[in-house]
Nanobody, 115 residues
Framework: QVQLVESGGGLVQPGGSLTLSCAAS????????MGWYRQAVGKRRELVAT???????NYEGAVTGRFTISRDNAKNTVYLQMNSLKSEDTAVYYC?????????WGQGTQVTVSS
């Protein structure tokens, strides 16, 4: 059974930093593109960043230069380092594992940016 378990969310002040982690089942991690999406209240779920099995990355424009996605294949874990956080980054962040038409989602972790 494929599992994605996110952690690292929480409350942070504007300008602060957080690192999200997503631990994936070993059976899929090395082959799948991993990604982070987010969904704010009243908004559609949107792409934040992805990283392929080969390490290629892609970022949504609003987070470019502030967020960094990385993966540790030995630990079957993908990370999202978030710096210079803004109130508009407040959302539930979801981990995604994707290969072709097959997607697996984590349960989500809340990130709240507020003073």
């Amino acid at each position: 059974q494929v599992q994605l378990v996110e952690s690292g969310g929480g409350l942070v002040q504007p300008g602060g930093s957080l690192t999200l982690s997503c631990a994936a089942s070993p059976a899929i991690f090395n082959s799948y593109t991993m990604g982070w999406y987010r969904q704010a209240v009243g908004k559609r779920r949107e792409l934040v960043a992805t990283i392929t099995s080969g390490g290629g990355t892609n970022y949504e424009g609003a987070v470019t230069g502030r967020f960094t996605i990385s993966r540790d294949n030995a630990k079957n874990t993908v990370y999202l380092q978030m710096n210079s956080l803004k109130s508009e980054d407040t959302a539930v962040y979801y981990c995604l594992a994707s290969l072709g038409t097959v997607d697996y989602w984590g349960q989500g972790t809340q990130v709240t940016v507020s003073s």
